[in-house]
Every structure is written in structure tokens, then in C-alpha cells.
């Protein structure tokens, strides 16, 4: 039987090894295509594949069987689960690989995009731009249920070389760093409670002011220029945040 195969990953030696792997993997599962075979390689193979150890690779495999998304069975392999989907809560370690993790798996329209104004609360963030290019999706689980929507503001040379289609399939952050080949040096998370407005409620089919969980991202290049800004708002009776320090 043919083996699914995983995207590679530049580890971060700042972060647990175990955790990359395991989000690394887990993207490429939730970014699976359907005729993709489900059958993992060998915790052999794959700790080749990542360059880490076994036991690394078998607490990154513990992982996303503890979530669901894989089933290990003794003499026959490891499998993707069928329907495998993400689940709450969402834990944040800090590499780009978890964040791409963190969004992969849903099933995004874009809704629109486009030309447009700098908008007043994000002007510090473009100094010197009149213009940006914004784009709005909505996400919704297997059911189809809308889980969360988001907006972001790029570059216009950035989001010249965005290929719209590409974001039906993969998060913001995977596009630019790895379809566009933006060197994301860092990405500044802001995380508050609101309640829905008129849109967010419309969209996400909640009444008005419902508990709402506001995701601000700010993505820097290597030269240190705001590249992108993500608003994300997401259904507060679907998701919840947990962020794990690691001691040194």
C-alpha cells in the first residue's frame, strides 16, 4: 500500500522537537487531499523524513492519535483517521509550523478580495501606504457550519504574487511563506473577548452580540515590515486558546 507523504519542516532547535513534528504532520493531514492514500509511513521512515529520533517521532505520533486524527494499529501501520478534522482548544508554542497547524483543515471561501483604503486601525502597521489588498474568507467545519471568518490587509507586491485559489486550500500564513516565499521572521499574536457585530453574527449564523474570540496576527518579514495583518473572529462556543511554556 502506497504511504501518505508528509511536508517536509525546518525545525526550530528553540522548541520542543516532538511538538514541530507532531503540527507539521498534522497540517499535512488536514491539508490532505482526498485521493491521498491514508496509510503513514513507518515511525522509522518518518523520523528519517523530519531528522529526529524515534521517540521523538513516537510522541509527536501520541499526539495526534490523543487528538484523533490518526489511528496506530500493532503489524499493520499507522492511519489517517477518514474524516479527520481539527479540534479545540488551539495551543500556540510559537513556531510558524504550529501556526499553519492551527488553521489547516478547514473548509475556506473566499468571500472577496481586493484593492483597498489602508483602514485607520491598521495605518501604523503600513506607514507610507494609501493602499493595501484585502482579502475575506469564511471558514466552516465538515458539517459546513461557519467556525470562524477573517480579514487580512497585505502588501499590494505581496499580494501580487498571492494566488487566490491557493487560500481555499491552505492558511495565509503557508501561502506567503511558502507559495509567495515571503521569510517570515515573526508573528505577533493578539487574542481578546468581544461580542459579535452585525457581520460577524451574519456569517457566522450567531445572534447579535454573541461571545466572540478576536485573533489579531501581525506577520513581519526579515526586513522587519509588516507584511500581512490577519483579524480573525472566531464563535466563542467553539474555540479556546491555551498557550504552554516550555522551561529552558
Given at each position: 500500500m502506497t504511504a501518505f507523504a508528509p511536508d517536509s519542516l525546518v525545525l526550530n532547535r528553540k522548541l520542543p522537537l516532538w511538538y514541530q513534528v507532531s503540527q507539521s504532520l498534522r497540517a499535512s493531514i488536514l491539508g490532505r487531499r482526498p485521493h491521498?492514500?491514508?496509510?503513514?509511513?513507518?515511525?522509522?521512515?518518518?523520523?528519517?523524513?523530519?531528522?529526529?529520533?524515534?521517540?521523538?517521532?513516537?510522541?509527536?505520533?501520541?499526539e495526534l492519535e490523543t487528538e484523533g486524527l490518526i489511528s496506530r494499529h500493532r503489524r499493520r501501520g499507522t492511519f489517517i483517521a477518514p474524516?479527520?478534522?481539527?479540534?479545540?482548544?488551539?495551543?500556540?508554542?510559537g513556531s510558524?509550523?504550529?501556526?499553519?497547524?492551527?488553521?489547516?483543515?478547514?473548509?475556506?471561501?473566499?468571500?472577496?478580495?481586493?484593492?483597498?483604503?489602508?483602514?485607520g486601525e491598521l495605518a501604523e502597521h503600513f506607514p507610507g501606504l494609501d493602499?493595501?489588498?484585502?482579502?475575506?474568507?469564511?471558514?466552516?467545519?465538515?458539517?459546513?457550519?461557519?467556525?470562524?471568518?477573517?480579514?487580512?490587509?497585505?502588501?499590494?507586491?505581496?499580494?501580487?504574487?498571492?494566488?487566490?485559489?491557493?487560500?481555499?486550500?491552505w492558511p495565509m500564513t503557508k501561502v506567503l511563506?511558502?507559495?509567495?516565499?515571503?521569510?517570515?521572521?515573526?508573528?505577533?499574536?493578539?487574542?481578546?473577548?468581544?461580542?459579535?457585530?452585525?457581520?460577524?453574527?451574519?456569517?457566522?449564523k450567531v445572534p447579535?452580540?454573541?461571545?466572540?474570540?478576536?485573533?489579531t496576527g501581525v506577520t513581519y518579514d526579515e526586513r522587519g515590515r509588516v507584511v500581512d495583518v490577519a483579524r480573525i473572529r472566531y464563535r466563542g462556543d467553539r474555540f479556546s486558546f491555551s498557550v504552554t511554556v516550555e522551561a529552558p
Amino acid at each position: 500500500m502506497t504511504a501518505f507523504a508528509p511536508d517536509s519542516l525546518v525545525l526550530n532547535r528553540k522548541l520542543p522537537l516532538w511538538y514541530q513534528v507532531s503540527q507539521s504532520l498534522r497540517a499535512s493531514i488536514l491539508g490532505r487531499r482526498p485521493h491521498d492514500p491514508l496509510r503513514l509511513p513507518t515511525e522509522e521512515q518518518l523520523a528519517g523524513h523530519y531528522g529526529v529520533s524515534v521517540l521523538t517521532m513516537r510522541q509527536a505520533l501520541k499526539e495526534l492519535e490523543t487528538e484523533g486524527l490518526i489511528s496506530r494499529h500493532r503489524r499493520r501501520g499507522t492511519f489517517i483517521a477518514p474524516g479527520a478534522r481539527p479540534s479545540a482548544p488551539r495551543r500556540l508554542l510559537g513556531s510558524i509550523d504550529a501556526i499553519v497547524a492551527q488553521q489547516s483543515g478547514e473548509l475556506t471561501t473566499v468571500l472577496s478580495h481586493g484593492p483597498m483604503a489602508v483602514p485607520g486601525e491598521l495605518a501604523e502597521h503600513f506607514p507610507g501606504l494609501d493602499e493595501v489588498v484585502g482579502y475575506t474568507r469564511l471558514r466552516c467545519d465538515e458539517s459546513g457550519e461557519p467556525t470562524n471568518w477573517a480579514e487580512n490587509a497585505l502588501r499590494p507586491e505581496i499580494a501580487a504574487a498571492v494566488d487566490v485559489a491557493d487560500l481555499e486550500r491552505w492558511p495565509m500564513t503557508k501561502v506567503l511563506r511558502d507559495g509567495v516565499g515571503v521569510r517570515i521572521s515573526r508573528i505577533t499574536d493578539t487574542v481578546q473577548a468581544t461580542l459579535a457585530d452585525p457581520a460577524t453574527a451574519g456569517l457566522l449564523k450567531v445572534p447579535l452580540l454573541s461571545p466572540i474570540l478576536h485573533y489579531t496576527g501581525v506577520t513581519y518579514d526579515e526586513r522587519g515590515r509588516v507584511v500581512d495583518v490577519a483579524r480573525i473572529r472566531y464563535r466563542g462556543d467553539r474555540f479556546s486558546f491555551s498557550v504552554t511554556v516550555e522551561a529552558p
